[in-house]
Each structure stands twice: as C-alpha cells, then as structure tokens.
C-alpha cells in the first residue's frame, strides 16, 4: 500500500497561474512524505553509518573510564591511548571518523586521547594527571576531555561531513540523469543519517546525534524544521531537477537549523553549569557542572575550522564565546560568574536568539514525548 502523503504547495510560481473562474488543474507539485523513506539505498555500510558507528563505539569506550560500582563492573577502567586512536582512525569503517573531522580539531583530538588516558584510573585531586571526580573523568584541570572529544566531533565531523560533502551544492552538476539523481539521493540520505533523527520523526528520546538535542529546542522550532527541510529536499531531489531551487532552499535550512539547534543546546548547558557551580554542596554536584560546562564548550568549539561558507558563526564569534567561559570551569569564582551570561549572550546575539531563556527548557520533557 502506498505510504501517506501531503502535498506541499510549494510557492505560487511553482503553479500554472489561474483565476476563480479557471478550472485548469495546478502543475508540478511537490509529493513530500510524512516519514523519510529510503530509496535504492542501503544504510547498512553506507558512510554515514560507518562515521556514527565509530563515534558511537569511541563515545562507548571513553565512558568505560568514568566512576562505576559494584553493579556497573564495566567503568573505572584504565583507558588505552592507541584503542581510542584506532577507533578514530582505523576501526575498518570508510571513511574513518578522523578523515571527516576538520584538521584542526582533528590534531585536538588526537592530543586529547593521549591526557584522558592518562587521568583514567586515578582519582582526581591525587594526582597530577586527574582522574575520576563525581560521576566523570577529568583532567588536571577538571576539564572532562571525554565532552570535548564526542560532543565537539558534533559540529567538526558530523555535521562538517553533512554540510561540506554530502548537502554541498557546488559538488552538483546540471542536466541531473538517473546516475546523477541516484548520487544526490545517496548523499541526501547519508546527511539524514549524520543527523541522526528516526525516519518516522518522533521528535523524542529516539532520535540520535543532533536530531535528539534539535528535538529538546524544538520550542524554537528546530527539529520541525529539519523535518521538513529534510523530507522536502529528498522529495525534490526524486522529483528532478525541475525542483532543484526547491531542494537548494532545503539545503539553507538544514544547515542554519542544525547550527543553532547544537548553539542553543550549548545555552541550554551553560545555563545548567551556572546554576550547578552556584548551588553545589558537595563533590558530586561541582562534577555536573563541569560535565556541563565541558558540553556547551564543546559544542561551541566543534564549529571552528568548518569552512565559513557553510556556517552562521565564524571562528572570531567562536574564541569571543570561549574565551568568555575560560580554559577550565574550577576557574570559575562567586566574582566571575558573570562571565557565562556573557557567553550565552554572545552565542544569542551571534544567532538572532531574541530570548535565550527558553532554551533552559527540555521540550522532550516538558512536553511528555
């Protein structure tokens, strides 16, 4: 049975010009699909499945270096600087998780694998290599690398990939046949898969990568968006290259919806990390606000080296951000605590983000999904 179906209208020029007295039937309509349906496509081994599979098994294996118990036997193990290397680079997926990460937090990166190494197994405090403190590992300076390393490949693999190779469309040809149709959709798919939303949307806890944090912003719009930029653009795609305008505004959405949904998701963990550092009592409390405050950095940093045509914020707006929330959150003093509000207001100004505020909500969460 064929699936359901809305029709998009999408903009009068699209359709033949009529009065209230001409029956003429409208023209080149645009069948988008209520779900993302795959086609001549196999997700299974495909690129996109091969990078998020290698972040996935590299996210797994650093948490084994976190705090565990008697019931979680499989934490506070000694992490192995060359395993987490090889995940990266040589974990027999193509491409590599390394080969689609901008060089610069690639070199990062690299540097990183060696220091959370190095503070697993210990305590921190103990040592001058940190360690486990809370339910996190740290380093030296309480800065948990493990946050640094998967949430910002966010922005410098992930979405780098999607945007620069797979959504990029200078790297399309005009006259589209079936061979080149055929690549479009496969490289449309494989950006849907960097994404990470289910193909039904649920706009809930089972989506994955950006599309779950997209979903707890969507009281700004930005998972709906998505969902209709993506199920549009693959739609134009299929129809030919008669909607190619169509699937080129598609591509502006994707883009400048993904960035903002990671930047307000930074917001939203800055304001969890003023608040933990402000109201913390004890060991485990000052360790959640640093876990959040290593995701909004991160998430922020990720976005440096993306090529600039392919993204809102530029490398100057990121180190203004960074700078705001210093080289480690044990920095942080009743006396500068200000300088986070400065950071979540750099970040809204840099993105138009009228009332930053509303981004303290997990509209997952608030809303039962």
Known sequence: MRKPLYTLLVFGALFASCSEDDDSPMVNELEVPQTYTFQSFNASGSSGEAITDDLAELAGYMKTGRPGDAGDPDRNQTLNSQSLLEIYTNNGNTPSLSAVTTSEYDALVRDWFSEIAAASGNTYGEGAEGGTYGGYLVDENAVELEQFIEKGLYGAALYNQAVTVHLNTN?????????????????????????????????????????????????????????????????????????????????????????????????NYLYSAKNGLLNATDDAGTASAYHAWAEAYAFMYGFRGVDSDFRIISDVEVNNVLGYLKSSPALFTQDNIGDIDSAIDAIAQVYNFQDPTIFEINDVSANNR
Do not use: H, M
């Not at 790297?171 to 690549?183: C, D, K, R, Y």
């Not at 400048?256 to 998701?265: F, H, R, S, V, Y």
């Open 171 to 267: 790297n399309t040809t005009e006259g589209l046949g079936a061979t080149e149709t055929s690549v479009l959709e496969q490289n449309w798919d494989n950006a849907f898969l960097l994404y990470g939303a289910d193909a039904s949307f649920p706009n809930n806890g089972n989506d994955s990568w950006a599309a779950k944090y997209a979903a707890r912003r969507d009281n700004a719009g930005f998972y709906t968006n998505l969902k209709t930029a993506f199920l549009t653009g693959r739609a134009a795609i299929t129809a030919g290259e008669e909607f190619t305008d169509e699937r080129n505004r598609a591509v502006v959405d994707i883009r400048e919806n993904w960035e903002k949904a990671l930047a307000a998701t930074a917001i």
